[in-house]
C-alpha cells in the first residue's frame, strides 16, 4: 500500500474526462495513495487534457509547469486529448515525466505502479482508430451535489472540418446496455436523485453495437428503470431530435425538459463549411417543434464565431436564429485553428478583431435571451432539486436547468422541492415556498 504517497489531479474539458479522471482517482484512492490538491505540494500530478481548443492546449502545458514548479522531485504525468494528439510536442517539455494517451489511460495506475519501480518507457500512446470497443472505466461515477453522470460513449465518426476530437478519441464506441444500466440501479441504491448522461456523440449510441438498440431504446430503458427520478442528457446535435426522441418526453415526466445542443452555427454556408449533416431549417424545425411540445423545455448550446470564411450576413443569419428559438445560455467560442483539420487548410481567415466583436454581439445577446428566458417563470412554479445550503439560502436547479435559490432548511438537501418563481436575480430564480 502506497499511504504516504501523494496524489494530485487537474482536469480540463469535458464531463466525460471529468468522469474518467474520477475512475483514476478512486482505484488510486484504494491502493492507499492520499489526495492532495493541486495548488500543494504532491508526490505525483495526474493532468488530464484537453485539446478542444487551442486555449485548453496552453492551459494543459500552464498546468503542466505549475505542478513541477511545486514539487521539481515530483513525477508529472499528462493525459487526455491533448496528451493522444500532440504527445511529441509535450514529450519536448522538461517539465513532464510521463506522456498517456486515451489508449492508455484506464490503465494509468498500474503506469503508477511501474513509474515507482522505475520500469516505465515516458510515453505510452498508440493509434486510437485501433480502438474497437467501449473501455470500462473501474469505480467510475463521477459525482456532483446530488447528481451523477454515467458516460455511455466514446469518439465520434463525424469528422466535422474544425474539429480535433476523433483523432482524440477514436470512432464512436458504445457501452454494453447492461452495464449502463447496472450502474444506474447502483446510483439510484446510492440515493442520487438525477442521473446525466455523458459522452463525445451520444446520438450515435448502438451503431457500432452488434445488437439492434439505438440512443432512444437505450434512454427508454433508462427511463423506466425503477428509482429513477430524474435523468438529464449530456449534449445531442440537432439532428438526432426525431419524432421518437421528442415522444419520450412527452411519454416520460423523469426526463428533464432541457437539452444542451452541439450547434456551433445556425447559417447553411458555415455549417456545410463545417461539414456538419444539417442546416439552418432543420435546426429550427426540430427545436421549435420540441419546444412546442414539451412544457417548460429549455435549450443551451455551443456557437462558433468567426469560423474561416463567415461573412458578417452569415454571422447575422445565425444571431437571428439564434434569438428566435431562445435559449437559456450559450457558450461562445472564437474560432481557433487545429492542426491537421480541415478547416485549419481553409483561407479568408476572420481578422480577430471581428471575431471578438461578433463574440461580444453574441454575449449581449446571450445576456438578453437569459433574462427572457427566466422571466416566463416568474410567478410560476418549479421543481428544484437541492444542491447545496449557503448562509441560509438553498440552491439548486429546476428541471429546465435553470438555477433557483431560496430560503429553506437543510433538510431539504438532495430533495426535489416545488418552488414558486418570486423574480430574477442576476440569472438566477428567486423562490420562495
Same mark, same amino acid.
Given at each position: 500500500m502506497n499511504?504516504?504517497k501523494?496524489v494530485?489531479?487537474y482536469?480540463l474539458?469535458?464531463?466525460?474526462?471529468?468522469y474518467?479522471?474520477e475512475?483514476i482517482k478512486?482505484?488510486l484512492l484504494?491502493k492507499g495513495?492520499k489526495e492532495?490538491?493541486?495548488e500543494?505540494?504532491a508526490?505525483?500530478?495526474?493532468v488530464?487534457?484537453c485539446?478542444?481548443?487551442?486555449?485548453?492546449?496552453r492551459?494543459t502545458?500552464?498546468m503542466?509547469?505549475?505542478?513541477k514548479?511545486?514539487n521539481p522531485?515530483?513525477?508529472?504525468i499528462?493525459?487526455g486529448c491533448?496528451a493522444?494528439?500532440n504527445s511529441?510536442?509535450?514529450?519536448e517539455?522538461?517539465?513532464?515525466d510521463?506522456?498517456?494517451g486515451?489508449?492508455?489511460?484506464?490503465?494509468?495506475?498500474?503506469?503508477i505502479?511501474?513509474?515507482?519501480?522505475?520500469?516505465?518507457?515516458?510515453?505510452?500512446?498508440?493509434n486510437i482508430f485501433?480502438?474497437?470497443?467501449?473501455t470500462?472505466?473501474?469505480?467510475?461515477?463521477l459525482r456532483e451535489?446530488s447528481?451523477?453522470?454515467?458516460k455511455?460513449q466514446?469518439g465520434?465518426?463525424?469528422?466535422?472540418s474544425?474539429?480535433k476530437i476523433?483523432?482524440?478519441?477514436?470512432r464512436?464506441?458504445?457501452r454494453?446496455?447492461?452495464?449502463?444500466?447496472?450502474?444506474?440501479?447502483?446510483?439510484v441504491?446510492?440515493?442520487?436523485k438525477?442521473?446525466?448522461?455523458?459522452g463525445?456523440?451520444l446520438?450515435?449510441?448502438g451503431?457500432d453495437?452488434?445488437?439492434?438498440?439505438?440512443f432512444?431504446?437505450?434512454?427508454? +430503458?433508462? &427511463? =423506466?428503470?425503477p428509482?429513477v427520478e !430524474?435523468v %438529464?442528457?449530456?449534449s445531442v446535435y440537432?439532428d438526432?431530435?426525431s419524432?421518437r426522441f421528442?415522444s419520450?418526453?412527452?411519454?416520460y415526466?423523469n426526463?428533464?425538459p432541457h437539452l444542451h445542443?452541439?450547434l456551433?452555427s445556425?447559417d447553411d454556408?458555415v455549417?456545410?463549411?463545417m461539414k456538419?449533416k444539417y442546416g439552418s431549417?432543420l435546426?429550427?424545425?426540430?427545436?421549435?417543434k420540441l419546444?412546442n411540445?414539451?412544457?417548460k423545455?429549455?435549450?443551451?448550446?455551443d456557437i462558433?464565431?468567426?469560423?474561416?470564411?463567415?461573412?458578417e450576413?452569415?454571422?447575422e443569419?445565425?444571431y437571428k436564429?439564434?434569438?428566435?428559438?431562445?435559449?437559456?445560455?450559450?457558450?461562445?467560442?472564437?474560432?481557433?485553428d487545429?492542426?491537421?483539420?480541415v478547416?485549419?487548410?481553409?483561407?479568408?481567415k476572420?481578422d480577430p478583431?471581428?471575431?471578438k466583436?461578433?463574440?461580444?454581439?453574441? +454575449?449581449e &445577446? =446571450?445576456?438578453?435571451m437569459?433574462? !427572457?428566458? %427566466?422571466?416566463?417563470?416568474?410567478?410560476?412554479?418549479?421543481?428544484?432539486?437541492?444542491?447545496?445550503?449557503i448562509?441560509?439560502f438553498l440552491?439548486?436547479?429546476?428541471?429546465?436547468?435553470?438555477?433557483v435559490?431560496?430560503k429553506?432548511?437543510k433538510?431539504l438537501?438532495?430533495?426535489?422541492?416545488?418552488v414558486?418563481?418570486d423574480?430574477?436575480?442576476?440569472?438566477?430564480?428567486?423562490?420562495?415556498?
Amino acid at each position: 500500500m502506497n499511504f504516504n504517497k501523494r496524489v494530485a489531479f487537474y482536469t480540463l474539458g469535458c464531463k466525460v474526462n471529468q468522469y474518467e479522471t474520477e475512475s483514476i482517482k478512486n482505484q488510486l484512492l484504494q491502493k492507499g495513495y492520499k489526495e492532495t490538491p493541486f495548488e500543494e505540494e504532491a508526490d505525483i500530478y495526474v493532468v488530464n487534457s484537453c485539446t478542444v481548443t487551442s486555449i485548453a492546449d496552453r492551459k494543459t502545458r500552464n498546468m503542466l509547469r505549475r505542478a513541477k514548479k511545486m514539487n521539481p522531485q515530483s513525477k508529472v504525468i499528462v493525459t487526455g486529448c491533448y496528451a493522444q494528439t500532440n504527445s511529441k510536442d509535450l514529450l519536448e517539455m522538461e517539465e513532464i515525466d510521463y506522456v498517456i494517451g486515451n489508449t492508455y489511460k484506464n490503465g494509468i495506475v498500474n503506469f503508477i505502479k511501474d513509474i515507482e519501480n522505475r520500469t516505465m518507457e515516458r510515453e505510452k500512446n498508440d493509434n486510437i482508430f485501433d480502438e474497437h470497443e467501449y473501455t470500462e472505466y473501474e469505480f467510475a461515477t463521477l459525482r456532483e451535489m446530488s447528481r451523477a453522470y454515467v458516460k455511455i460513449q466514446d469518439g465520434c465518426n463525424n469528422f466535422c472540418s474544425y474539429c480535433k476530437i476523433p483523432f482524440a478519441r477514436g470512432r464512436s464506441r458504445s457501452r454494453k446496455k447492461e452495464n449502463v444500466l447496472k450502474e444506474i440501479v447502483k446510483l439510484v441504491a446510492e440515493g442520487f436523485k438525477e442521473i446525466i448522461l455523458i459522452g463525445i456523440n451520444l446520438g450515435a449510441y448502438g451503431e457500432d453495437l452488434p445488437e439492434d438498440i439505438d440512443f432512444e431504446d437505450l434512454l427508454e +430503458e433508462i &427511463l =423506466k428503470t425503477p428509482g429513477v427520478e !430524474r435523468v %438529464r442528457i449530456g449534449s445531442v446535435y440537432p439532428d438526432k431530435i426525431s419524432d421518437r426522441f421528442i415522444s419520450l418526453f412527452e411519454k416520460y415526466k423523469n426526463l428533464m425538459p432541457h437539452l444542451h445542443i452541439s450547434l456551433q452555427s445556425c447559417d447553411d454556408t458555415v455549417l456545410k463549411m463545417m461539414k456538419r449533416k444539417y442546416g439552418s431549417a432543420l435546426i429550427e424545425e426540430r427545436l421549435m417543434k420540441l419546444k412546442n411540445s414539451v412544457n417548460k423545455m429549455e435549450y443551451t448550446a455551443d456557437i462558433i464565431v468567426g469560423f474561416p470564411g463567415e461573412t458578417e450576413e452569415m454571422f447575422e443569419n445565425s444571431y437571428k436564429l439564434i434569438d428566435r428559438i431562445g435559449f437559456s445560455g450559450i457558450h461562445i467560442f472564437q474560432y481557433s485553428d487545429r492542426e491537421n483539420t480541415v478547416a485549419s487548410r481553409l483561407e479568408n481567415k476572420v481578422d480577430p478583431r471581428v471575431k471578438k466583436e461578433r463574440a461580444d454581439k453574441l +454575449e449581449e &445577446l =446571450k445576456q438578453k435571451m437569459a433574462h !427572457r428566458e %427566466r422571466e416566463k417563470y416568474v410567478g410560476k412554479e418549479l421543481e428544484v432539486l437541492v444542491e447545496e445550503e449557503i448562509e441560509g439560502f438553498l440552491f439548486g436547479y429546476s428541471e429546465n436547468y435553470l438555477r433557483v435559490k431560496f430560503k429553506g432548511s437543510k433538510d431539504l438537501l438532495n430533495e426535489i422541492k416545488n418552488v414558486k418563481i418570486d423574480r430574477i436575480e442576476k440569472e438566477m430564480l428567486l423562490a420562495y415556498e
